[in-house]
């Protein structure tokens, strides 16, 4: 079942696992604010072992591994995927505090790229040790460091 997460009132629900998680869900809220005054569009998430969460995890897993041939170690507990404004957005938030998002234009193939976000708190990732991070402050998640990759194949 899904759930639309509230960026004022910030919950840990979905993502108490994580060892990072109040930071985890800070970053989660950061990302339902931004589609809420960008595009007036609620953020809903659902677990990552639900049908449809399991479709993302793995469309996502597969850009990965294609792509630059990287496989995330933690596990995913939420998903998401929807279109806005001709633009499919994936998201999947994995255990360790590691948000990844997929932003793929449906009409025009200069527009697509792989973000990765880390929680507050969290060490980067072995299999994303050969990116760099920049930092930015938010509010809600304290300090998200975050990368990026353009995407070349089609999905």
């Given at each position: 079942m899904?759930q639309?997460?509230d960026f004022?009132h910030v919950?840990q629900?979905?993502?108490?696992?994580?060892?990072?998680?109040a930071?985890l869900a800070?970053?989660r809220a950061?990302?339902a604010?931004?589609?809420?005054?960008?595009?007036?569009?609620?953020?809903a998430v659902e677990p990552?072992?639900?049908?449809a969460?399991a479709?993302?995890?793995?469309?996502?897993?597969?850009?990965?591994?294609a792509?630059?041939?990287?496989?995330?170690?933690s596990?995913a507990?939420e998903?998401?995927t929807?279109?806005v404004?001709?633009?499919?957005?994936d998201?999947v938030?994995?255990e360790?505090?590691?948000?990844?998002n997929?932003?793929?234009?449906?009409g025009d193939?200069?527009?697509r790229?792989?973000g990765f976000?880390?929680?507050?708190?969290?060490d980067?990732p072995?299999?994303?040790?050969?990116?760099?991070?920049?930092?930015?402050?938010?509010k809600?998640?304290?300090?998200?460091?975050?990368?990026?990759?353009v995407?070349?194949?089609?999905y």
């Amino acid at each position: 079942m899904s759930q639309v997460v509230d960026f004022t009132h910030v919950s840990q629900a979905g993502v108490e696992r994580s060892p990072v998680a109040a930071a985890l869900a800070g970053l989660r809220a950061n990302e339902a604010r931004y589609f809420n005054n960008k595009y007036d569009h609620p953020f809903a998430v659902e677990p990552a072992a639900s049908e449809a969460g399991a479709k993302t995890v793995a469309r996502v897993a597969h850009i990965l591994q294609a792509e630059r041939g990287i496989v995330i170690a933690s596990p995913a507990l939420e998903a998401t995927t929807f279109e806005v404004e001709g633009i499919r957005w994936d998201y999947v938030f994995y255990e360790s505090g590691l948000s990844i998002n997929v932003l793929y234009t449906l009409g025009d193939s200069k527009k697509r790229a792989v973000g990765f976000k880390l929680s507050e708190g969290m060490d980067v990732p072995a299999e994303l040790g050969k990116f760099k991070f920049a930092r930015q402050k938010s509010k809600l998640a304290g300090t998200i460091r975050g990368s990026f990759f353009v995407i070349k194949g089609t999905y």
